[in-house]
């Protein structure tokens, strides 16, 4: 159970050991386990402009610094600008005369456009501007000039330090350069090759260093190695301008200053006042896949079209573990039962067997925790010794980048009573509520007082620790074994077996609330 603005009641423990709830986490069909936001690979799959749903591919969003060329986002209030258009009064411009504009006030006498229009005579024109419809700024108002077209070349704000930060920029990028051809060449020299065809030179002793040598030809390395470009330092000065002599005496109009945030949406100017503002090009959203970090699967992929809310693949683990819901928990009193009643739901299409068993002890969590950590290095060491002869790191980068498992660091401070037996909880069935022939009862061990389709209501017998005070919170925790049928068919294994039934474990924390307020005085 989540909420989207309170705590959380109900968490799950991820392999890593961080808690979230079910809706945060995702499930690896291949692992077979839960995948925490940490324990998944982020990819940017595409950009796009969330308002005209433009698809950029990521180097020329690169080159527009992430940012949509033809839409704007209010500087003032940061929604996005709409055009609007205005009829507007202008002087057709005499012979050798210089085009004025005439009042923006689009409400004069509207005039047709004749073929041949005489000059000095006002004719009415469309013209476009930018407008907030939330703020009810507009372009007009910071003496942007209208435009003749609806998509037309908005005037770029002149930043004073441009040109220094372009060269900034370029002298970074020739020492990223720099680096990563350095990184190459180290790599290079440590991977042996790995050629299917015997070389040559190898067999003369000769190298193509030395031949190139022998032909005069400069090294490969000097071609490659190029020095990053030199960049003047920049260096302080004392003088500095004055402070204006009025800026202790003179009244501000707040109205006319900037604020903090419409400041910092224009890290370049960072404009004073408000009359500075000017539109802003719009970020670019992207779409994200999700990679299980252990085995490279994807987790989540969404479709490409940057219209389509679908997914290709979406692994969310509320579509594969059962969700336990919390519903009810009498008052909680030392050293007396309180009963807690829990529901618990089957997303899946096959029957669950649900036992509930108690939580590792800290030792065998300590092993778990080894286990996975053994798990995850060799998996590591296999998959760089595949791509040993590829000379790509960047597997061998993420297989690193494992999260470290950690101990749950939800303390638990309540006991429960165990149930004595496992259940069934059935699949989901979404025509199952349009079916008049009603499933007969099964028999149900005592402690589920409630079932209907694929949820259960269990009670519990709860009691607080006896070392709990009235300002904590009453935590209890349990392992929850649920089979699950793996519809994934591994290459290695036979292909007769067909889908597998498994028993998976997660470890659920419940949060119960404080204690009874009546007990504790
Ligand atoms: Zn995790
Ligand atoms: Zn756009
Ligand atoms: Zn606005
Ligand atoms: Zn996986």
């Not at 090759?193 to 002793?205: A, L």
């Not at 950690?406 to 199952?432: Q, T, W, Y």
């Not at 149900?444 to 904590?472: G, H, S, T, Y």
Request: overall charge positive; charged content about 25%.
């Amino acid at each position: 159970m989540a909420f989207f603005m309170l705590p959380n009641v109900v968490e799950y423990a991820c392999v890593c050991g961080l808690l979230n709830p079910l809706t945060k986490l995702y499930f690896c069909r291949y692992c077979m386990k839960l995948r925490c936001g940490f324990c998944v690979c982020h990819e940017v799959d595409s950009h796009f402009c969330s308002n005209c749903l433009e698809n950029i591919p990521s180097s020329e969003a690169k080159i527009r610094k992430n940012r949509c060329n033809t839409c704007f986002n209010c500087p003032s209030c940061q929604h996005t600008l709409s055009v609007r258009a205005a009829n507007t009064i202008i002087q057709v411009p005499a012979p050798e005369a210089v085009k004025t504009e005439s009042d923006a006030g689009g409400n004069g006498v509207k005039k047709e456009s004749t073929p041949e229009p005489s000059p000095g005579k006002p004719i009415a024109r469309k013209l476009y501007y930018l407008s907030c419809l939330h703020c009810r700024w507009n372009t007009r108002d910071v003496g942007i000039p209208d435009q003749p077209v609806a998509t037309g070349q908005w005037p770029e704000p002149e930043y004073a330090n441009a040109t220094r930060f372009a060269l900034l920029l370029e002298h970074y990028q020739s020492v990223v350069l720099h680096e990563k051809q350095e990184k190459q060449e180290l790599w290079r020299r440590k991977t042996p090759k790995q050629s299917k065809f015997p070389s040559m030179t190898d067999r003369t002793g000769l190298t193509v260093a030395m031949i190139r040598r022998q032909m005069g030809w400069a090294d490969s390395k000097a071609q490659l190695k190029s020095a990053p470009l030199a960049i003047n330092k920049s260096v302080a000065s004392e003088t500095v301008d004055g402070l204006p002599a009025d800026i202790f005496t003179k009244e501000l109009t707040l109205k006319k200053i900037s604020t903090l945030e419409q400041r910092l949406a224009h890290p370049a100017k960072q404009p004073v006042t408000v009359n500075k503002l000017f539109p802003q090009h719009k970020l670019l959203s992207i779409k994200r896949s999700l990679r299980c970090r252990q085995c490279d699967h994807n987790v989540i992929k969404s479709e490409y079209n940057p219209s389509s809310i679908k997914y290709r693949i979406a692994m969310f683990a509320t579509y594969h573990v059962p969700e336990v819901r919390f519903v009810r928990c009498e008052p909680l009193i030392k050293g007396q039962d309180s009963f807690l009643t829990l529901k618990i739901i089957n997303p899946t299409i096959n029957d669950m067997t649900i036992t509930i068993m108690e939580l590792p002890m800290e030792a065998e969590e300590q092993l778990m925790i080894d286990e996975l950590k053994l798990a995850a290095e060799s998996s590591s060491a296999s998959s760089s010794l595949m791509i040993s002869g590829l000379s790509t790191s960047s597997l061998t980068k993420q297989a690193s980048l494992m999260e470290d498992p950690r101990m749950v660091e939800a303390k638990v401070n309540g006991s429960f009573r165990l149930p004595d037996s496992s259940f069934v909880i059935n699949h989901r069935d979404d025509s199952a509520e349009f079916d008049e022939v009603v499933q007969s009862q099964q028999e149900d061990p005592k402690f589920i007082i409630w079932r209907k389709a694929n949820q259960i209501a269990m009670k519990l017998a709860v009691q607080p620790n006896e070392d709990c005070n009235a300002d904590n919170e009453i935590v209890i925790g349990f392992s929850l074994q649920y089979t699950y049928v793996n519809t994934v068919v591994e290459k290695s294994s036979t292909p007769t077996k067909g889908p597998q039934k498994q028993a998976l474990t997660t470890r659920v924390f419940v949060k119960l609330g404080k204690l009874s307020e009546a007990a504790s005085s």
